[in-house]
């Protein structure tokens, strides 16, 4: 009975570990103080991904048909744009079996720099906006459902000189 049981206990314990997993952790890099940016010019943002060791995410080009790709936006400023291509590290690339392509991915510590601008005729002042991370973290043994975090970025926009 007592062997039954543990049977029974042990998927619970497993399913519920899995669902508390987050083998990600996403963070802006470098100054916390309010990056600045005159209206009508641009300033790098960098994002970097901590992924625990055995795990990793697909790239920004991974190949359709296959696991979800990471996606990087901006949200929450209308008068702030991403003007440009993100910048990525070049992505390891792996035959996986269990999706029957090759696929590319991060592992370790990547980090992203988006360009963000500013148009303009922006009015001056100091913006709230968000770095959307929309990704798939998988390992050998097993992939978590999509999940998407963010990062919170202050800007300090100057009038047009």
Not at 16 to 31: H, M, Q, R
Request: with cysteine; hydrophobic share 40%.
């Amino acid at each position: 009975m007592q062997r039954l049981a543990h049977l029974l206990v042990l998927p619970l314990l497993a399913a519920s570990t899995t669902l508390s997993l987050k083998p990600v952790k996403w963070t802006l890099v470098g100054a916390k103080v309010p990056r600045e940016v005159a209206a009508g010019r641009a300033v790098p943002i960098t994002v970097q991904a901590d992924i625990a060791k055995g795990w990793h995410i697909y790239s920004l080009t991974q190949k359709p048909g296959g696991p979800i790709p990471l996606r990087i936006e901006l949200t929450g400023a209308s008068d702030v744009v991403v003007r440009g291509v993100i910048k990525a590290p070049k992505p390891e690339k792996y035959f996986d079996k269990n999706f029957g392509m090759t696929t590319e991915l991060y592992s370790g510590t990547p980090r992203f720099t988006i360009p963000v601008a500013v148009p303009g005729r922006t009015p001056s002042g100091a913006r709230q906006l968000h770095v959307t991370a929309r990704y798939q973290v998988c390992s050998d043994k097993l992939c978590l459902p999509p999940r998407t975090d963010t990062v919170r970025v202050s800007l300090l926009i100057a009038a047009r000189r």
